[in-house]
DNA sequence: ACCTCATTTGCGAACTATTCGCAAAAATCC
DNA sequence: GGATTTTTGCGAATAGTTCGCAAATGAGGT
Protein backbone atom coordinates (compact mmCIF):
# COMPACT_ATOMS: atom_id res chain seq x y z
CA UNK A 1 0.00 0.00 0.00
CA UNK A 2 1.08 3.73 0.47
CA UNK A 3 4.49 3.66 0.18
CA UNK A 4 5.47 7.19 1.34
CA UNK A 5 7.73 9.46 -0.40
CA UNK A 6 9.11 12.53 0.57
CA UNK A 7 9.99 14.64 -2.14
CA UNK A 8 12.87 17.44 -1.57
CA UNK A 9 10.67 20.44 -3.94
CA UNK A 10 11.25 23.90 -4.45
CA UNK A 11 8.00 25.58 -2.37
CA UNK A 12 9.05 22.80 0.13
CA UNK A 13 12.77 24.51 0.48
CA UNK A 14 12.08 28.02 0.42
CA UNK A 15 9.11 27.87 2.64
CA UNK A 16 11.74 26.38 5.06
CA UNK A 17 14.37 28.78 4.64
CA UNK A 18 11.24 31.63 4.99
CA UNK A 19 10.76 29.98 8.58
CA UNK A 20 14.21 29.63 9.41
CA UNK A 21 15.11 33.08 8.66
CA UNK A 22 12.93 35.03 11.74
CA UNK A 23 12.47 33.75 14.79
CA UNK A 24 8.71 35.10 14.96
CA UNK A 25 5.43 33.39 15.00
CA UNK A 26 4.09 33.56 10.99
CA UNK A 27 0.80 32.97 9.93
CA UNK A 28 0.43 31.71 6.63
CA UNK A 29 -0.47 34.23 4.52
CA UNK A 30 2.55 36.21 5.74
CA UNK A 31 4.79 33.45 5.05
CA UNK A 32 3.25 33.78 1.29
CA UNK A 33 4.03 37.07 1.49
CA UNK A 34 7.31 36.88 2.40
CA UNK A 35 8.01 34.05 -0.44
CA UNK A 36 5.95 36.79 -3.29
CA UNK A 37 9.03 39.25 -1.53
CA UNK A 38 11.63 37.15 -2.77
CA UNK A 39 10.43 36.11 -6.13
CA UNK A 40 9.22 32.70 -5.06
CA UNK A 41 5.85 32.01 -6.19
CA UNK A 42 4.10 29.66 -4.13
CA UNK A 43 0.28 28.98 -4.02
CA UNK A 44 -1.19 29.49 -0.89
CA UNK A 45 -2.47 26.17 -0.75
CA UNK A 46 1.06 24.40 -0.82
CA UNK A 47 2.23 26.75 2.06
CA UNK A 48 -0.80 25.14 4.01
CA UNK A 49 0.31 21.94 3.33
CA UNK A 50 4.10 21.96 3.87
CA UNK A 51 2.51 23.37 7.58
CA UNK A 52 0.59 20.52 7.98
CA UNK A 53 3.36 18.35 7.47
CA UNK A 54 6.10 20.08 9.13
CA UNK A 55 3.65 20.04 12.27
CA UNK A 56 3.34 16.70 11.28
CA UNK A 57 6.87 15.94 11.76
CA UNK A 58 7.42 18.00 14.42
CA UNK A 59 9.48 20.59 13.03
CA UNK A 60 7.29 23.50 13.59
CA UNK A 61 4.96 24.51 16.11
CA UNK A 62 1.80 26.11 15.78
CA UNK A 63 0.12 28.52 17.77
CA UNK A 64 -3.10 30.31 16.96
CA UNK A 65 -2.87 33.89 17.94
CA UNK A 66 -5.04 36.39 19.99
CA UNK A 67 -7.43 36.81 16.91
CA UNK A 68 -7.59 33.20 15.81
CA UNK A 69 -4.91 32.88 13.21
CA UNK A 70 -2.92 30.27 13.38
CA UNK A 71 1.28 31.24 13.40
CA UNK A 72 3.28 28.63 12.72
CA UNK A 73 7.54 28.75 14.26
CA UNK A 74 10.61 26.64 14.09
CA UNK A 75 10.92 25.19 16.78
CA UNK A 76 12.92 21.81 17.94
CA UNK A 77 9.83 19.98 19.97
CA UNK A 78 12.71 17.35 21.47
CA UNK A 79 14.15 20.27 24.17
CA UNK A 80 11.14 21.27 26.14
CA UNK A 81 11.35 25.01 26.68
CA UNK A 82 8.45 27.89 27.11
CA UNK A 83 8.93 31.39 24.61
CA UNK A 84 9.25 34.90 25.50
CA UNK A 85 7.31 37.25 22.94
CA UNK A 86 7.51 40.84 21.65
CA UNK A 87 4.49 42.50 22.13
CA UNK A 88 6.53 45.15 19.79
CA UNK A 89 8.05 42.72 17.57
CA UNK A 90 7.13 39.70 17.80
CA UNK A 91 10.59 37.88 18.14
CA UNK A 92 10.36 34.83 19.95
CA UNK A 93 13.16 34.01 22.68
CA UNK A 94 13.57 30.68 23.70
CA UNK A 95 13.15 30.35 27.61
CA UNK A 96 14.41 26.79 29.08
CA UNK A 97 14.16 27.21 32.49
CA UNK A 98 14.79 23.89 34.79
CA UNK A 99 13.63 26.00 38.15
CA UNK A 100 10.41 26.39 36.13
CA UNK A 101 10.02 22.61 34.76
CA UNK A 102 10.76 21.72 38.35
CA UNK A 103 8.10 24.31 39.28
CA UNK A 104 5.81 22.96 37.44
CA UNK A 105 6.39 19.08 38.45
CA UNK A 106 5.72 20.36 41.79
CA UNK A 107 1.99 20.48 40.46
CA UNK A 108 1.02 17.16 39.71
CA UNK A 109 -0.92 16.97 42.31
CA UNK A 110 -2.94 20.22 41.81
CA UNK A 111 -6.51 19.83 42.62
CA UNK A 112 -6.28 16.26 42.51
CA UNK A 113 -5.41 17.10 38.83
CA UNK A 114 -3.14 14.56 36.96
CA UNK A 115 -0.57 17.13 35.26
CA UNK A 116 0.50 15.69 32.14
CA UNK A 117 1.71 19.20 30.33
CA UNK A 118 1.67 22.81 30.61
CA UNK A 119 2.31 25.90 28.68
CA UNK A 120 3.51 29.16 29.32
CA UNK A 121 4.24 32.17 27.59
CA UNK A 122 5.80 35.59 28.73
CA UNK A 123 4.88 39.01 26.89
CA UNK A 124 6.78 42.09 26.78
CA UNK A 125 9.59 43.84 25.63
CA UNK A 126 13.03 41.92 24.10
CA UNK A 127 15.68 43.56 24.63
CA UNK A 128 16.09 45.65 20.93
CA UNK A 129 12.41 47.35 21.30
CA UNK A 130 13.25 48.68 24.76
CA UNK B 1 -24.20 61.76 20.93
CA UNK B 2 -25.06 58.17 22.07
CA UNK B 3 -25.93 57.31 25.03
CA UNK B 4 -25.11 53.93 25.43
CA UNK B 5 -27.74 52.44 27.34
CA UNK B 6 -27.31 48.55 28.44
CA UNK B 7 -31.00 46.61 27.98
CA UNK B 8 -31.34 43.39 29.55
CA UNK B 9 -32.84 41.02 27.30
CA UNK B 10 -33.47 37.61 27.15
CA UNK B 11 -30.97 36.26 24.30
CA UNK B 12 -28.40 38.24 26.89
CA UNK B 13 -29.54 36.28 29.94
CA UNK B 14 -30.28 33.12 28.15
CA UNK B 15 -26.70 33.19 27.00
CA UNK B 16 -25.04 34.11 30.30
CA UNK B 17 -26.64 31.32 31.68
CA UNK B 18 -25.63 29.08 29.22
CA UNK B 19 -21.79 30.02 30.37
CA UNK B 20 -22.57 30.02 33.89
CA UNK B 21 -23.54 26.84 33.99
CA UNK B 22 -20.48 24.92 32.63
CA UNK B 23 -16.61 25.64 34.21
CA UNK B 24 -15.57 24.98 30.72
CA UNK B 25 -13.99 27.49 27.86
CA UNK B 26 -17.24 27.10 25.13
CA UNK B 27 -17.19 28.48 21.15
CA UNK B 28 -20.16 30.10 20.15
CA UNK B 29 -21.72 27.38 17.89
CA UNK B 30 -21.63 25.69 21.30
CA UNK B 31 -22.96 28.23 23.23
CA UNK B 32 -25.87 28.22 20.21
CA UNK B 33 -26.63 24.45 20.59
CA UNK B 34 -26.75 24.96 24.12
CA UNK B 35 -29.50 27.42 23.70
CA UNK B 36 -31.34 25.03 21.41
CA UNK B 37 -31.15 21.98 23.32
CA UNK B 38 -33.09 24.20 26.16
CA UNK B 39 -35.12 25.54 23.46
CA UNK B 40 -34.00 29.08 23.36
CA UNK B 41 -34.01 30.28 19.97
CA UNK B 42 -31.32 33.12 20.10
CA UNK B 43 -29.46 33.99 16.58
CA UNK B 44 -25.95 33.03 16.27
CA UNK B 45 -25.18 36.49 15.26
CA UNK B 46 -25.92 37.56 18.79
CA UNK B 47 -24.56 34.72 20.54
CA UNK B 48 -21.67 36.51 18.85
CA UNK B 49 -22.58 40.53 20.10
CA UNK B 50 -23.09 38.88 23.32
CA UNK B 51 -19.88 37.49 23.89
CA UNK B 52 -17.96 41.11 22.30
CA UNK B 53 -19.71 42.49 24.44
CA UNK B 54 -19.23 40.67 27.49
CA UNK B 55 -15.54 39.90 26.93
CA UNK B 56 -15.06 44.07 26.76
CA UNK B 57 -17.29 44.36 30.20
CA UNK B 58 -14.36 41.87 31.77
CA UNK B 59 -17.15 39.22 32.29
CA UNK B 60 -15.47 36.46 29.87
CA UNK B 61 -12.09 35.29 29.31
CA UNK B 62 -11.60 34.35 24.98
CA UNK B 63 -9.28 31.68 24.48
CA UNK B 64 -8.66 30.28 20.46
CA UNK B 65 -8.10 26.35 20.94
CA UNK B 66 -5.88 24.56 19.51
CA UNK B 67 -7.67 24.48 16.30
CA UNK B 68 -7.71 28.28 16.40
CA UNK B 69 -11.37 28.72 17.09
CA UNK B 70 -12.28 30.95 19.76
CA UNK B 71 -13.96 29.54 22.69
CA UNK B 72 -15.42 31.94 25.91
CA UNK B 73 -15.11 30.98 29.62
CA UNK B 74 -16.70 32.79 32.42
CA UNK B 75 -13.72 34.08 34.65
CA UNK B 76 -13.09 37.00 36.60
CA UNK B 77 -10.18 39.32 35.05
CA UNK B 78 -9.72 40.99 38.99
CA UNK B 79 -8.31 37.96 40.44
CA UNK B 80 -4.70 37.09 38.31
CA UNK B 81 -4.86 33.20 38.29
CA UNK B 82 -4.31 30.63 35.76
CA UNK B 83 -6.22 27.65 34.51
CA UNK B 84 -6.00 23.63 34.62
CA UNK B 85 -7.24 22.25 31.65
CA UNK B 86 -9.09 18.25 31.93
CA UNK B 87 -7.79 16.55 28.23
CA UNK B 88 -11.20 14.57 28.52
CA UNK B 89 -13.55 17.09 29.37
CA UNK B 90 -12.91 20.16 29.48
CA UNK B 91 -13.53 21.05 32.86
CA UNK B 92 -11.52 24.18 33.82
CA UNK B 93 -10.26 25.03 37.30
CA UNK B 94 -8.43 27.80 38.56
CA UNK B 95 -5.27 27.41 39.73
CA UNK B 96 -4.65 30.86 42.09
CA UNK B 97 -0.89 30.25 42.68
CA UNK B 98 0.82 33.12 44.90
CA UNK B 99 4.40 30.48 44.30
CA UNK B 100 3.54 31.11 41.09
CA UNK B 101 3.14 34.74 40.49
CA UNK B 102 6.40 35.11 42.54
CA UNK B 103 7.59 33.16 39.87
CA UNK B 104 6.88 34.80 36.88
CA UNK B 105 8.30 38.28 38.64
CA UNK B 106 11.57 36.96 39.34
CA UNK B 107 11.59 36.27 35.34
CA UNK B 108 11.62 40.04 34.68
CA UNK B 109 15.34 40.63 34.01
CA UNK B 110 14.90 37.32 31.79
CA UNK B 111 17.18 38.05 28.65
CA UNK B 112 17.44 41.47 28.77
CA UNK B 113 12.99 41.20 28.40
CA UNK B 114 11.14 43.15 30.29
CA UNK B 115 8.19 41.25 31.55
CA UNK B 116 5.05 42.55 30.94
CA UNK B 117 2.69 39.61 31.35
CA UNK B 118 2.30 35.68 31.16
CA UNK B 119 -0.36 33.38 30.24
CA UNK B 120 -0.01 29.61 31.65
CA UNK B 121 -1.74 26.69 31.42
CA UNK B 122 -1.96 22.89 32.35
CA UNK B 123 -3.50 20.49 31.12
CA UNK B 124 -4.19 17.34 32.34
CA UNK B 125 -6.90 15.29 33.93
CA UNK B 126 -9.15 16.27 36.11
CA UNK B 127 -10.12 14.19 39.39
CA UNK B 128 -13.77 13.03 38.01
CA UNK B 129 -12.06 11.82 34.76
CA UNK B 130 -9.09 10.14 36.28
C1' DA C 1 19.28 12.10 -21.19
C1' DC C 2 14.86 9.73 -21.28
C1' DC C 3 10.89 7.08 -19.39
C1' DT C 4 7.88 5.80 -15.97
C1' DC C 5 5.43 6.46 -11.95
C1' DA C 6 4.37 8.30 -7.49
C1' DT C 7 4.17 12.75 -5.30
C1' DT C 8 3.37 17.54 -5.31
C1' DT C 9 1.57 21.78 -7.12
C1' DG C 10 -1.74 25.35 -8.62
C1' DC C 11 -6.15 26.62 -9.41
C1' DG C 12 -10.68 27.45 -8.24
C1' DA C 13 -14.47 25.88 -5.65
C1' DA C 14 -16.09 24.59 -1.11
C1' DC C 15 -16.25 25.12 3.79
C1' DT C 16 -16.21 27.20 8.34
C1' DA C 17 -15.93 30.77 11.57
C1' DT C 18 -16.99 35.43 12.12
C1' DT C 19 -18.69 40.07 10.87
C1' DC C 20 -21.92 43.42 8.80
C1' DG C 21 -26.07 46.06 7.06
C1' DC C 22 -30.57 46.85 7.65
C1' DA C 23 -35.49 46.42 8.67
C1' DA C 24 -38.37 44.41 12.32
C1' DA C 25 -38.89 43.44 17.28
C1' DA C 26 -38.06 44.36 22.02
C1' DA C 27 -36.67 47.12 26.07
C1' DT C 28 -36.71 51.54 28.58
C1' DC C 29 -38.70 55.68 30.26
C1' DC C 30 -42.33 58.92 30.73
C1' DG D 1 -49.46 53.04 25.86
C1' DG D 2 -46.28 55.85 22.94
C1' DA D 3 -41.94 57.63 21.59
C1' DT D 4 -37.21 56.54 21.35
C1' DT D 5 -33.15 53.86 21.46
C1' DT D 6 -31.15 49.39 21.58
C1' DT D 7 -31.11 44.79 20.17
C1' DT D 8 -32.29 41.03 17.26
C1' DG D 9 -32.61 38.04 13.16
C1' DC D 10 -31.75 37.35 8.68
C1' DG D 11 -29.02 36.86 4.81
C1' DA D 12 -25.06 38.50 2.52
C1' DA D 13 -20.15 39.44 2.90
C1' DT D 14 -15.49 38.33 4.54
C1' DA D 15 -11.40 35.82 6.02
C1' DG D 16 -8.91 31.77 6.93
C1' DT D 17 -8.42 27.14 5.62
C1' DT D 18 -9.35 22.82 3.13
C1' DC D 19 -10.37 19.99 -0.98
C1' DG D 20 -10.63 17.87 -5.77
C1' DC D 21 -8.45 17.21 -9.77
C1' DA D 22 -5.58 17.89 -13.85
C1' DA D 23 -0.94 19.45 -14.90
C1' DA D 24 3.87 19.77 -13.38
C1' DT D 25 7.78 17.99 -10.91
C1' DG D 26 11.02 14.83 -8.41
C1' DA D 27 13.13 10.11 -7.97
C1' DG D 28 15.01 6.07 -9.81
C1' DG D 29 16.18 2.96 -13.31
C1' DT D 30 18.01 2.31 -18.09
Redesign the pocket.
Known amino acids: M ?11 EWIASILAREPRFL ?3 QIHQGLERVGA ?6 V ?3 L ?1 RLQAKGDITARPDAD ?3 TYMLCEPSRHHHHAICRACGRVEDVDCAAMEQFAESLRALNGFELDGHAIEFFGKCGACR
Do not use: C, K, M
Open positions: GIRADYVTRPRSAARVSLSTYRTDGEV
